[in-house]
């Protein structure tokens, strides 16, 4: 059962705005980046959102974030920023993460920035900073016998790699399901795959479900997954899960 839609607590169409505890920003400068980030060598950089598309935006982010419980919120995120494009490396992505904050872009549904695609995004982003805070509660010996034997993941730039290289497709791929991986992105590293699956569980792709009861290798990481997640919040069963749209 989702948890009640959240009333917007402040901020105007075209504004900042707090939803759940957690600030979601529009207003685009340099600092929303990790000084880390700013180095020459990472060169973290954006452009601004579209002003037409900050209300859609919340709206997501109003559906996103009612799948968490509060308490989890303000224990584990801060803020999610957005814009309209970011790159680091020389290499633009549609999603990231820090130790406290998400960030996302969205450049309009005609770019392929559906609902479904920042929502996905979003759950994406912030797998990765449960995974990183609750390390032990996932069996990551058990995931990896999940995949084909003798796979290693493959990409030392930790999914930079794969996008740089145009190996990051998020489609569903039965082929690669059957080997253990839900998505060509997946091949990159255990965070990415983790982080593949989450989104999923959140918001499942059409045919999501499917693939999980057809193939074995991706049953066992969905229940792993889902173990974390119970593990972090009890309220977070495989019928919480299939309840999702």
């Keep these: ?69 509060d308490p989890l919120l303000s224990a584990e995120l801060r803020a999610v920023y957005f814009l309209k494009s970011m790159s680091m490396y020389d290499v633009p992505f549609g999603g990231t993460n820090s130790n406290d904050a998400v960030f996302l872009t969205n450049n309009g549904i005609d770019q392929g920035y559906t609902d479904r695609y920042i929502e996905q995004t979003f759950h994406h982003e912030f797998s990765s900073i449960l995974f990183r805070n609750h390390p032990s509660f996932i069996d990551t010996v058990s995931w990896k016998e999940a995949n084909i034997p003798g796979f290693d993941y493959n990409d030392p730039e930790a999914g930079v790699g794969a996008i740089r290289k145009d190996r990051s497709s998020q489609d569903l791929d039965t082929a690669l399901s059957s080997k253990g991986f839900l998505t060509q992105y997946a091949y990159s590293g255990i965070e990415n795959d983790i982080n593949t699956l989450a989104q999923n569980l959140f918001k499942p792709a059409d045919g999501f479900w499917d693939i999980v009861n057809h193939y074995p290798r991706i049953e066992k990481k969905v229940n792993l997954l889902i173990h974390f997640y119970s593990k972090i919040n009890p309220m977070f069963t495989k019928e919480y899960f299939l309840s999702m749209k």
Excluded: C
């Design 1 to 69: 059962m989702l948890l009640p839609i959240p009333l917007l607590m402040k901020g105007s169409n075209y504004s900042d705005t707090v939803i759940q505890g957690v600030s979601i920003q529009f207003n685009y400068t340099a600092s929303i980046f990790p000084d880390s980030w700013l180095i020459p060598e990472i060169n973290a950089h954006g452009y601004p959102i579209a002003a037409g598309e900050i209300s859609r935006t919340k709206s997501i982010m109003i559906m996103a974030l009612a799948k968490y419980p």
